[in-house]
């Protein structure tokens, strides 16, 4: 008998604590057929990506496994007051097509900025909500969800600064300039990550100096003047 993709696990609600299931992909299947520069993954079969948000049938009260597992007394009358009291069960338990991954990130995304959740998982969700878009198509959303994701990456490194471990941050926020056409600025991020001697991730370093022959291209393509940084010495 050939394996279901999916299978399912119990979750205990932060807010409301009611158990409740909701599936996953196993992760023999987890096998990305392309993933993009910006870390955005293909599948054959399921998606993982439609899985990543758990929404408690209950409350309403959508998260991640990197979400905060407690809520204080005043997070939790935020969430009461603005989603909670208007909240109508809904099961998102089972199998899920792109609506209804789409609309399980918009639910998480609005929880973590009602309860002041940590920018690192505020970008994630606007990076994962981008990411749907470009499944689909759609260029013009794709491009909105980048543009509030890029900001919230730009305070994720204003909060943190820049640490051994945040070249991958230092990457994307390069990355997703480039993508949205502020070629400029992604030279000044890309750069970061090849020049400084205190980034020692390997993978980032070189995917860096990757995205920067991209980006050159294109600038040459667009007939765009170079930044110094790009001019052979």
């Known amino acids: ?9 119990k979750v205990t609600c932060s807010f409301c604590e009611h158990e409740f299931q909701t599936s996953r992909v196993r992760p023999s299947f987890k096998k990305a057929i392309r993933t993009d520069s910006d870390f955005c993954a293909y599948y054959k079969d399921e998606n993982p990506d439609y899985y990543v948000v758990r929404v408690c049938p209950k409350c309403g009260f959508a998260s991640t496994e990197n979400s905060m597992e407690r809520l204080n007394d005043s997070q939790k009358r935020r969430f009461e007051s603005s989603i909670s009291s208007r909240w109508t069960c809904k099961d998102f338990g089972g199998r ?9 990130y918009k639910l998480a995304l609005l929880v973590a900025q009602t309860i002041g959740e940590r920018e690192r998982i505020i970008a994630s969700l606007l990076h994962h909500i981008a990411w749907l878009y470009r499944y689909k198509g759609d260029e013009k959303q794709e491009q909105r969800f ?3 994701c890029l900001e919230s990456y730009i305070k994720v490194y204003e909060l ?4 051994a471990n945040n070249a991958r941050l230092l990457y994307l926020i390069g990355e997703l300039n480039r993508r949205i056409g502020a070629f400029n600025e992604a030279v000044r991020w890309f750069s970061r990550v090849i020049n400084d001697k205190n980034i020692i991730d390997a993978a980032m370093i070189r995917a860096s100096r990757e995205q920067w022959g991209v980006l050159r291209e294109q600038m040459l393509a667009r007939k765009l ?8 010495a």
């Open 1 to 9: 008998m050939a394996l279901e993709p999916l299978y399912t696990i």
């Open 146 to 148: 980048l543009k509030y």
């Open 96 to 104: 899920r097509n792109w609506e209804a991954a789409l609309e399980t």
């Open 225 to 232: 003047e170079l930044p110094s940084e790009m001019n052979p």
């Open 160 to 163: 943190e600064g820049v640490g």
